[in-house]
């Protein structure tokens, strides 16, 4: 019996384009023969639009247009997201309740990238329900978009990496001139000013000068409420795949040479200016210590699943973790596939491994018994 698969994709969040391009090319690779594929697109809005088993290949995707229904807004279950049968009738139906029908949905594929979808906020929604997710949990997605709480965790566990400092918006806006201050006098120039609730590189500037902090906060607080500082680290950006559950394993190294300043949104999605190479030419002891720091993250963060770590090799050798990534680029073009592509590891296999970690841990869930008290 094929594995009912749900790819959740779009969603309320700057990197909606992003998602369905990623969603497109996730299920034109899914094997057909071992996967019945379902789209759910959720719109900018928050609606859950479920699609038709797919067959076949897809060519694009469309934003599809529907009817507006206020209880759309809010799914209480997974079996009562409003869906649309097909693009004649946009109508809200409800899916099948009964988990033994052949509409029933046995794993979904969160393809979600940046708020509203890899914080932990669907992951929440999808362990409520009992239903299997590929990808990491509440807890280690939240702390995966929170750049703070991340870069807190890392120096709890002892990883090495750059200097920074933290904002809120009504703490900068008492007084912005000593925020600045704070940032000369901890970090110096140049910095990188970014949300700390954003992915895909939105809403980062690099700031060479106090006259570039003011343009910067403001521009990063488009994003989040909450802020963060770094320092800049001269070196190479170096990255690693990891994947697994409580025994991850982790793929070659990559080094991306962006052709810009950094790599920015635009670098990454639209103008192509950056070269990829893969394998990184490193050293043995390089890989040894970026593997091992990849997988100490993993482990202090309690990631499952997938996660892409981002690393900075340092003109003098030293390796800078910089950060995680828990639902990277998953093109296959994208980096993380593409580690794992020279890693002997296919684009559809890597999908179906994913898919497995998935099952595997929900299983082990299942095993969890609660006593209640009388």
């Known amino acids: 019996m094929k594995t009912r698969v749900g790819i959740l994709y779009g969603g309320k969040s700057p990197e909606h384009n992003v998602s369905l391009s990623t969603a497109m090319a996730v299920m034109n690779a899914m094997d057909k023969n071992k996967f019945d594929v379902i789209p759910i697109y959720i719109t900018t809005e ?11 290949t897809i060519t694009e995707v ?33 899916m ?35 239903v299997p997710y590929v990808g990491n949990g509440v807890l280690a997605s939240a702390v995966g978009m929170d750049k703070v709480v991340m870069k807190n965790l890392f120096a709890q566990a002892g990883l090495r990496q750059a200097k920074y400092v933290a904002f809120t918006k009504r703490d900068w806006s008492k ?33 060479k000068q106090r006259a570039d902090l003011k343009t910067a906060f403001i521009e990063a607080f488009k994003y989040d409420r909450k802020i963060i500082v770094e320092e800049a680290i001269v070196g190479r950006e170096i990255e690693i795949g990891v994947i697994g559950n409580d025994e991850p394993i982790c793929s070659v190294v990559g080094e991306i040479i962006p052709k810009k300043e950094f790599y920015d949104y635009q670098a990454k999605y639209e103008d192509g200016n950056t070269e990829l190479i893969i394998p990184a030419q490193v050293t043995e002891e390089q890989y040894e210590t970026i593997k091992q720091m990849a997988i100490t993250a993993f482990k202090a963060l309690d990631l499952s699943g997938l996660v892409r770590a981002d690393f900075f090799l340092a003109e003098d050798g030293t390796v800078y973790i910089n950060e995680i990534n828990t639902m990277p680029g998953f093109t296959p073009y994208s980096m993380f596939p593409l580690l794992w592509k020279h890693s002997g590891v296919s684009y559809p296999e890597l999908i179906e491994r994913l898919i497995q970690l998935a099952i595997e841990r929900h299983e082990e869930k299942q095993t969890i018994t609660y006593t209640f008290e009388k």
């Open 175 to 207: 007084d912005e001139e000593a925020a600045y201050d704070q940032v000369e006098r901890k970090l110096g120039y140049p910095c990188f000013v970014k949300p700390a609730n954003a992915g895909s590189s939105v809403g980062i500037t690099k700031c």
């Open 96 to 130: 099948d309740a009964n988990k033994e029908s052949e509409t029933a949905i046995d794993v979904i594929f969160p393809l979600l990238h940046g708020p509203n979808g890899e914080d932990g906020t669907v992951q929440g929604l999808l362990e409520i329900l009992n």
């Open 46 to 56: 928050g609606q859950w639009i479920k699609g038709e088993r797919l067959t076949g």
């Open 62 to 94: 469309k934003q599809l247009q529907f009817q507006s229904d206020a209880k759309a807004m809010i799914p209480v279950a997974l079996n009562q997201v409003p869906v649309l049968a097909d693009d004649k009738n946009q109508h809200p139906s409800e």
